[in-house]
T-cell receptor
Framework: GENVEQHPSTLSVQEGDSAVIKCTYSDSASNYFPWYKQELGKRPQLIIDIRSNVGEKKDQRIAVTLNKTAKHFSLHITETQPEDSAVYFCAARYSSASKIIFGSGTRLSIRP | DTAVSQTPKYLVTQMGNDKSIKCEQNLGHDTMYWYKQDSKKFLKIMFSYNNKELIINETVPNRFSPKSPDKAHLNLHINSLELGDSAVYFC????????????FGSGTRLTVV
């Protein structure tokens, strides 16, 4: 079925350390994987995305990796800062219905 | 200039009432969506319209009826509101239905009492 699993559900890291969030998807034809950040009381905002013809993409302190064979993709945040505290959602586009299915979210807290 | 705007931001209403949420985007996008975010933060797609045509209709109770008068607007009407309808409803838009990200509105927090 259409499913995106996301782990962990909560993550607490020391400021300056790295954070990794992992997701798996079930549709092998999925070709687009965006990541959204949602701060408390605000809208989800796209922070980075990756398409299935690429294995890795980086934007400053944020990077995303994709393993199509294993149907895994991950978000890596390096040198974490207090403003990185938020809920992060992975998502996958299911080609059969042209819709984006979201993971269940990871609440990331950065300890000072 | 708000790219995707929703009104109202907050809505408190009694069970059994009928209410509408409006969404407008000024990005020139041709596809719009309604997502529901429950108390556990799950974001679940409800509907999608492309150029005023309904393309996604998830298993949502038929008390929920979307309407798209033009490609810049997508409204959501809810009849006979129930306690379980309490959630944050997000409108979103995109250019096409392909490998593109969505721009979300600021959300409407619906509380049914």
């Amino acid at each position: 079925g259409e499913n995106v699993e996301q782990h962990p559900s909560t993550l607490s890291v020391q400021e300056g350390d790295s954070a990794v969030i992992k997701c798996t998807y079930s549709d092998s034809a999925s070709n687009y994987f965006p990541w959204y950040k949602q701060e408390l009381g605000k809208r989800p905002q796209l922070i980075i995305d990756i398409r299935s013809n690429v294995g890795e993409k980086k934007d400053q302190r944020i990077a995303v990796t994709l393993n199509k064979t294993a149907k895994h993709f991950s978000l890596h945040i390096t040198e974490t800062q207090p403003e990185d505290s938020a809920v992060y959602f992975c998502a996958a586009r299911y080609s059969s219905a042209s819709k984006i299915i979201f993971g269940s979210g990871t609440r990331l807290s950065i300890r000072p | 200039d708000t790219a995707v705007s929703q009104t109202p931001k907050y809505l408190v209403t009694q069970m059994g009432n009928d209410k509408s949420i409006k969404c407008e985007q000024n990005l020139g996008h041709d596809t719009m969506y309604w997502y529901k975010q429950d108390s556990k933060k799950f974001l679940k797609i409800m509907f999608s319209y492309n150029n005023k045509e309904l393309i996604i209709n998830e298993t949502v109770p038929n008390r929920f009826s979307p309407k798209s008068p033009d490609k810049a607007h997508l409204n959501l009407h809810i009849n006979s509101l129930e306690l379980g309808d309490s959630a944050v409803y997000f409108c979103a838009s995109s250019l096409g239905q392909g490998t593109v990200g969505y721009t979300f509105g600021s959300g409407t927090r619906l509380t049914v009492v």
